[in-house]
């Protein structure tokens, strides 16, 4: 069974930084592409980075970039993803999602990142 | 960017009765092989998004098949022919034709 498990969300404050994980099983993860997918409070989905199996491309929303860093390891089936200089709009829950030929085919449970003073 | 443009925002259906959802791109959404890579997505209350349809009508395994994806270019429909309790909470198309990926802004369904 496929699951991946976000974990490293919490509190933080303007400026400040955290490192997201995702923890993948039940699948080949180095043979996958993986997202980075975010939903602020009481809104839509926004879909955040890509990372190819390889780590030789990487995109990321305008939104984020320059200040988000999306790695993997695949000897660990670990997706992470690096936040500074966070902002108050970069409150939300983060989900990690595996990519297969033009979809988003399997997503994590979220982990919530609140950014406040 | 491509826009993604769903109606209606909200859609409250009686018990058994159909519903539609539209989508429309500012774009066509036809990739360069041919294939047309328009995704929705069902996210009920409290719950992570799960994917239903990919590349405009194939629906996932274990999707009820009173779901069912429909259209082309830019114009593209989810229909639920018969709304079950379950069904509640907010749909999204998604397309990823172009970079980068974008949302619809979502359509909740609720029961009248």
């Known amino acids: 069974e496929v699951q991946l498990v976000e974990s490293g969300g919490g509190l933080i404050q303007p400026g400040g930084s955290l490192r997201l994980s995702c923890a993948a099983s039940?699948?080949?993860?180095?043979?996958?592409?993986m997202n980075w997918v975010r939903q602020a409070p009481g809104k839509g989905l926004e879909w955040v980075s890509y990372i190819n199996s390889s780590s030789s491309a990487i995109y990321y929303a305008d939104s984020v970039k320059g200040r988000f860093t999306t790695s993997r390891d695949n000897a660990k089936n670990s997706l992470f993803l690096q936040m500074n200089s966070l902002r108050d709009e970069d409150t939300a829950v983060y989900y990690c999602?595996?990519?297969?030929?033009?979809?988003?085919?399997?997503w994590g449970q979220g982990t919530l990142v609140t950014v406040s003073s | 960017d491509v826009v993604m443009t769903q109606s209606p925002l909200s859609l409250p259906v009686t018990l058994g009765q159909p519903a539609s959802i539209s989508c429309r791109s500012s774009q066509s959404l036809v990739y360069t092989n041919g294939d047309t890579y328009l995704n929705w997505f069902q996210q009920r209350p409290g719950q992570s998004p799960r994917r239903l349809i990919y590349k405009v009508s194939n629906r996932d395994s274990g999707v009820p098949d009173r779901f069912s994806g429909s259209g082309s270019g830019t114009d593209f429909t989810l229909r639920i022919s018969r709304v079950e309790a379950e069904d509640v909470g907010v749909y999204y198309c998604m397309q990823a034709t172009h970079w980068p990926l974008t949302f619809g802004g979502g359509t909740k369904v609720e029961i009248k």
């Open positions: 999602a595996r990519t297969l030929s033009g979809t988003l085919d399997y």
């Open positions: 039940g699948f080949t993860f180095g043979g996958y592409s």
